[in-house]
RNA sequence: GGAGAGGUAUCGAAGCGGUCAUAACGAGGCGGUCUUGAAAACCGUUUGGUAGCAAUACCACAAGGGUUCGAAUCCCUUCCUCUCCGCCA
């Protein structure tokens, strides 16, 4: 959300940065939240000159009462009154503008950051780097839930008949491999600095509007039954929803937090080949990390960001690469956004399992997380935010990248950094021989 | 879930429906006087937001409604915190 003087000050840029994210339709939003803004300060006014009358005159009644001068008060009372409809006219004007021109606001984008390439979708992301070989082992690798099924890891039939579909039973050494990789990545953001962190994994649906549209609530957000609660996509919704509202000392700065939760999607509308198996599903858990931090050290934060997910990867012997969402790509809110991405040898192609985004001052914005300067003005933080690792997908990543086969049975290497959390296990063997 | 107490600025804590209650009184912070220096003492200053070049005006006493010429104060709804009881990982 950007600052609606910043809209007005800069209509041009405002539309350019528009077409550059080829979002045409969008245009006309500058100018009509321009004219809300300007209705908006007209009725504002006229309701403050009511208001300041209103008061001056209900303070000479009291004094009039005091004197005990009762048709004095009384004359002074009439004319108060004879104001009362117009100003309660006004009021509702005010509430019913401000709420419009947020409305508009919230749906122009944030500006792209210069170096951001500029395209149209997904298919104009821009490689950055690649970190590890890519390799393709002679043996075949089978599908990744029937990796799994080969060590009795996995059960999506009974969690079918349980919770429908969208989600799984982890079992045995899959299981604790998954709670091995939370527990791994938590410890790595520790050692990084942050501060672990375990959320609410519920929130309030004023929460829930703050960070998102009521679009993507709709496909995301599971809903509580006879509550004011809804259960969390991303923990960053409970971290971020921490922070709304409140004025930190710049000297506390940069808050750099690791969360863990569970997320719950309802993925409305997604479908497609890397929807099968356990790659997009309704409950999954991810460790994530936030920093709030100063305007001029956010760039720096985000490459130290995007950063830690590439190193963390390659610290478990999973080749990854880096690339930039182009304009078209970027969400609103986002000013700058770095794909990491996992190679699947089984594929041949790269997936995405972390998403590291810089959204400047326009959610601190949106949710008011202000810093106070050491000079005692305040100012908008920047915020951020990235994945550490999601499971299912680091699972995904992991057992192809670090597959083995003798000819009859598949295994697992366990890398280093992961053995201390599967109790030293170095290699895990499948269960059932594989038969093609 | 039941019963009670409470929610006021950085913190503690006052505040008969009006008349210097943007909010006393403490404490803390900041600036200053005094001092060789420090402490003490004394003086001043210290909430956030909106509009405006500014003077200033308006809004905010947990949140939202209502009563009233006028609400921190009265009424209603909701939320939160604490204590006790019940229930339960």
Redo the contacts with the bound molecule.
């Keep these: 959300m950007l600052d609606?003087?910043f809209i007005c000050e800069n209509k041009e840029l405002v539309k350019e940065n528009i077409k550059k994210k080829f979002k045409e339709e969008k245009l006309p939003l500058v100018d009509e939240a321009i004219r809300l803004y300007d209705e908006k300060?007209a009725a504002?006014?006229r309701?403050?000159?009511l208001?300041?009358n209103?008061?001056?005159?209900?303070?000479e009644?009291?004094?009039l009462?005091?004197k005990g001068l009762k048709e004095e008060?009384e004359k002074?009372?009439k004319l108060?009154?004879e104001q009362?409809d117009e100003l309660k006219l006004l009021s509702e004007k005010e509430?019913e503008l401000t709420a419009k021109l947020r409305e508009v606001q919230m749906k122009i984008p944030n500006i792209v950051d210069k170096s951001v390439p500029v395209g149209k979708d997904d298919s104009e992301n821009v490689e950055v780097e690649q970190f590890g070989e890519k390799t393709v082992p002679e043996f075949e690798i089978p599908y990744h839930t029937d990796i799994m099924a080969l060590f009795d890891g996995i059960d999506k039939e009974a969690a079918g008949r349980v919770a429908g579909e969208g989600f799984y039973y982890l079992m045995g050494d899959i299981a604790r491999m998954h709670s091995a990789v939370t527990a791994y990545a938590r410890d790595f953001m520790i050692n990084k600095g942050f501060c672990y962190c375990i959320p609410p994994f519920m929130i309030r649906s004023n929460v829930v509007t703050g960070v998102m549209s009521f679009e993507e609530m709709d496909a995301m957000m599971y809903k509580i039954e006879g509550e004011?609660l809804y259960l969390i996509g991303t923990s960053e919704h409970s971290m971020i929803g921490k922070f709304i509202d409140t004025?930190t000392p710049e000297e506390k700065l940069p808050l750099t937090l690791t969360s863990y939760s569970p997320c719950f999607r309802k993925e409305k509308g997604a479908h497609g080949i890397e929807e099968r198996g356990i790659y997009r599903i309704h409950q999954f858990e991810k460790q994530e990390m936030i920093v709030i931090c100063r305007p001029e050290e956010s760039m720096d934060w985000f490459n130290k960001m995007w950063g830690y997910s590439v190193e963390l990867f390659r610290s478990l012997d999973i080749p990854v690469r880096t690339l930039e969402c182009c304009t078209g790509d970027l969400a609103d809110l986002k000013v700058k956004s770095y794909d990491v991405e996992a190679w699947s040898p089984k594929q041949q192609k790269y997936f995405e399992v972390c998403s590291c985004s810089n959204l400047g001052d326009a959610q601190a914005r949106r949710l008011g997380i202000?810093v106070?300067g050491a000079d005692?003005k305040?100012y908008l933080a920047h915020t951020l935010n990235n994945t550490v690792v999601a499971p299912p997908r680091m699972l995904i990543a992991l057992l192809e990248n670090n597959l083995t086969f003798d000819g009859e049975y598949y295994g697992v290497k366990i890398p280093k950094a992961l053995q201390p959390y599967m109790g030293g296990t170095e290699f895990i063997k499948a269960k059932t021989k594989y038969k093609g």
């Design positions: 609606i003087k300060r504002e006014n309701a403050n000159e208001r300041a209103r008061n001056k005159v209900s303070k009644i009291g004094v009462m005091g008060a002074a009372k108060v009154t009362a509430t004011d004025i202000k106070k005692g305040k």
